[in-house]
Nanobody
Framework: QVQLVESGGGLVQAGGSLRLSCAAS????????MGWHRQAPGKQRELVAT???????NYADSVKGRFTLSRDNAKNTVYLRMNSLKPEDTAVYYC???????????????WGQGTLVTVSS
């Protein structure tokens, strides 16, 4: 069974910074793309950023230039550095990973439990 464990959320003032971490644990063959989505109150979940196992990144327009996603493949961990935070960044942030299962080599879409980021004005 694969789990994604997120950490780093919290309360920050507008203009401040936070770093989110997401580590994959359990038994699996490998991980492809990892990333973060977020869901603000009353809104649909949206993509924030993704990173392939080769390091290619993709960002939502709303976070480009402010957020940086990086990855440590040896630790099966991704880090989302969020700078110049705005009140509209307030949301529950969910880690997501494409995991290749051991033995069966099936592709699994795995989600974390979410971590709350609150940006005060």
């Amino acid at each position: 069974q694969v789990q994604l464990v997120e950490s780093g959320g919290g309360l920050v003032q507008a203009g401040g910074s936070l770093r989110l971490s997401c580590a994959a644990s359990g038994s699996f063959f490998g991980i492809t793309t990892m990333g973060w989505h977020r869901q603000a109150p009353g809104k649909q979940r949206e993509l924030v950023a993704t990173i392939t196992n080769g390091g290619t990144t993709n960002y939502a327009d709303s976070v480009k230039g402010r957020f940086t996603l990086s990855r440590d493949n040896a630790k099966n961990t991704v880090y989302l550095r969020m700078n110049s935070l705005k009140p509209e960044d307030t949301a529950v942030y969910y880690c997501n990973a494409g995991v290749v299962a051991s033995l069966t080599f099936r592709y699994l879409d795995v989600w974390g439990q979410g971590t709350l980021v609150t940006v005060s004005s």
